[in-house]
């Protein structure tokens, strides 16, 4: 699909279609997480925040026990 940016204000916008937006559950509501490889734009629905938040509590907890051990695993 090739698609051409829109104008909206002082800013473009790329509208995306109903089909693709219900195929990837993204609503109005939806957070989405904007990112690039240097090339392309990487556009990603976020799960709920509060799993993101506890994957990366847990995450740190982690880290701050083992870093260290890990640190030296990867070497």
């Known amino acids: 699909m090739i ?14 279609e109903k089909p693709i937006l219900d195929l990837l559950k993204i609503t109005q509501d939806t957070l989405l997480e904007i990112a690039t490889d240097g090339r392309n734009i990487i556009i990603s629905p976020i799960a709920k925040l509060s799993r993101q938040k506890a994957f990366k509590t847990t995450l740190d ?3 701050q026990k083992h870093g260290k051990t890990l640190k030296a695993l990867a070497q």
Do not use: C, E, Y
């Open 3 to 16: 698609k051409r940016m829109t104008t909206h204000g002082n800013s473009s916008a790329l509208v995306i």
């Open 61 to 63: 907890r982690v880290n």
